[in-house]
């Protein structure tokens, strides 16, 4: 079972920094986009920076949970995990994707359990 939680964590690793790769590329070409336009487009520009920023943060924490995953720290792993399950209940009532945030509660229940069971002190 430990072998599969160190997998598992290499995959949210992979699919994580590609995901923050790609937000700081957006943030980036964004500059660049509205360099050349000003008032109400400059106005759009900035409010999609900060919801590029804001989708930083889940992704940030994720990597810091596969990571401590990794390291057998399971307890910090735990705790980082109920973070991101916050979110994702937050997701499925704000997004009208309410599958999608369903499977992702399911997967980090899963995870969570994974990361409970390799606990020494659980």
Known sequence: MKVLFKVWNILILVV???????????????????????GAGRAIGGFALIVGVIGLIPAIITIFMARSGLKDDYEYCTKLAMIILCLDVITVFL????????????????????????????
Request: charged share 15%; glycine share 6%; hydrophobic share 50%.
């Open 16 to 38: 994580n920094i590609i995901s923050v790769i790609t937000i700081l590329t957006a943030i980036l070409g964004l500059g660049k986009a509205t360099s050349d336009i000003d």
């Open 95 to 122: 997004s009208e994707d309410k599958l999608s945030g369903i499977f992702q509660i399911v997967l980090m229940l899963v995870y969570i359990y994974l990361a409970k069971s390799l606990q020494k002190s659980w």
